[in-house]
């Protein structure tokens, strides 16, 4: 009869833990937007038929109406990429597990009545009311392991946050670079055609072999083909910079050219110590493996005692009421739980696999991005200090000497041509320079880059691109 008893109490403790267990979406973002507060310097934005996407929406054109920056693609990323928003929802599920967790299952009502075969009269009935008794003490440990998941949750969404962003800047510098490529490659082509063209002249005036006009034809066929290439190539980047901003055409314009190496430098000593600690990625690894621990410490009582059920039964037989309690268990003897308990065991060893893995990559992604980084550092500056100057100087002393008449128009072309070379060389690895300074920052963000990435980001500075068959005279 105690149990009769407790029934109206834990109904009620039920009906009241239903009510509190509100599901709140945007307090799951907040989390998110909290943990990236000191981490990235954007605003996140998540779209679920509020009133603040239509603000989002002004924000996205607003940005895009200007010369697109760096900063202003990633934003606009942050606002308007469709898959960024779906990485969202996940918040949602856990916070929906998070509330599912608490909350107790629903009551078992069962009624029944009984006709005599031999006799007329009224039919006994039967009516009986149970709860899953071990869900009471569960409860609080079904709670930890859900709170568990969505903190692992929480840093995974934060982490892609990041990965969105490094990978639409990187993106942004990839486009940029790529349309001054293109331009100065329109530059080489103009200075092919005046070559060609003197040539011909100077053929005309019988002052040049056939064989030079030959060579100075296939350089400039060679140059047309190579912007083609180069034109195309930046058509790409931009394209794929729009996919990143999640926008359906690439018609923004992009601002200015790539900035010159920074004074400042992103400090690399203590990289590993520094990306272990803000990894998110690592702590999400981490937490996984609490939430196993717990999961497997639910498993081991859950295995004893699986089910058990206590409520209690009224019943009306020959016109008596009749009430008692009523208790169901369910008797471990065929299904003992040691199958689960062993899944369980080698997840958690596979976890704790992962957390070590994911550790070691971290660590070693620093060494690596700090490393590039300062290689990149060093060519982008021997470039822009010694390199450039260096073409710069020669093309001026080959005008003065074209001037005075000591060297002819095919050796100041030549010149101003290798000068090209270098300028577009030297993009490259501005290019390579901000590409591994993204990487690095997202590491240090807690963020974490994709490994296999080329070095150079897609640039490849030692290559030469306008080579012609005419450059090897």
């Known amino acids: 009869m105690d149990i009769l008893r407790s029934i109206p109490a834990l109904a009620l403790a039920g009906i009241t833990l239903a009510g509190c267990a509100t599901i709140a979406p945007q307090r799951a973002f907040d989390d998110v937007r909290s943990t990236l507060d000191d981490r990235l310097d954007a605003h996140i ?85 149970a709860f899953p008794f071990l869900d009471v003490l569960y409860l609080p440990l079904r709670r930890r392991i859900a709170r568990s998941d969505y903190e692992a949750t929480r840093l995974r969404v934060s982490g892609a946050v990041l990965r969105f962003a490094a990978a639409t800047r990187s993106a942004f510098y990839r486009a940029q670079a790529d349309a001054a490529v293109a331009a100065m490659q329109r530059a080489v082509v103009e200075n092919a ?26 350089r400039l066929e060679q140059t047309r083909l190579d912007l083609v290439a180069t034109e195309a190539q930046a058509a790409e980047s931009r394209e794929a910079l729009a996919r990143h901003m999640g926008l359906e055409r690439a018609d923004f314009a992009l601002a200015g050219a790539l900035p010159p190496v920074p004074r400042d430098t992103l400090a690399s000593e203590d990289a590993e110590a520094r990306a272990v600690e803000a990894s998110l990625a690592l702590a999400a690894a981490r937490q996984d493996v609490v939430t196993l621990g717990e999961r497997l410490g639910l498993a081991r009582p859950e295995q004893l005692l699986p089910d058990l059920e206590a409520g209690g039964e009224v019943e009306r037989e020959e016109g008596e009421w009749e009430a008692g309690p009523e208790v169901e268990v369910v008797l471990p003897l065929l299904d003992q739980g040691q199958a689960r308990l062993a899944r369980l065991r080698s997840e958690l060893r596979r976890r704790r696999a992962v957390y070590d893995a994911l550790g070691a990559e971290v660590r070693s992604a620093a060494r690596q991005f700090a490393l590039r980084l300062d290689a990149a550092r060093a060519v982008a500056e021997r470039y822009e200090r010694t390199v450039l100057p260096l073409h710069a100087d020669l093309t001026a002393q080959t005008l003065r000497q074209y001037n005075a008449m000591q060297t002819g128009v095919f050796g100041l072309l030549q010149v101003q041509q290798q000068e090209v070379r270098a300028s577009r060389r030297y993009l490259g690895a501005l290019a390579a320079y901000w590409t591994a300074r993204t990487d690095l920052a997202l590491l240090f963000q807690g963020g974490m880059p994709a490994l296999d990435r080329s070095p150079l980001g897609g640039f490849d500075a030692s290559s030469d691109p306008m080579s012609t068959p005419a450059d090897d005279h």
């Open 45 to 129: 934005a998540w779209r679920i038929g509020t009133t603040e996407d239509a603000a989002a929406d002004s924000a996205v054109a607003a940005l895009l109406a200007d010369s697109l920056t760096a900063d202003a693609a990633v934003q606009v990323v942050l606002l308007n990429n469709r898959r960024l928003q779906a990485t969202y929802e996940a918040l949602g599920v856990a916070q929906a597990d998070l509330v599912q967790a608490g909350l107790l299952s629903n009551p078992v009502f069962g009624a029944g009545a009984l006709w005599s075969l031999e006799e007329r009269g009224a039919p006994d009935l039967r009516f009986s009311v």
């Open 193 to 218: 055609e005046a070559a060609y063209s003197a040539v011909r002249l100077l053929r005309e005036a019988g002052n040049v072999p056939a064989v030079d006009v030959l060579a100075e034809r296939t």
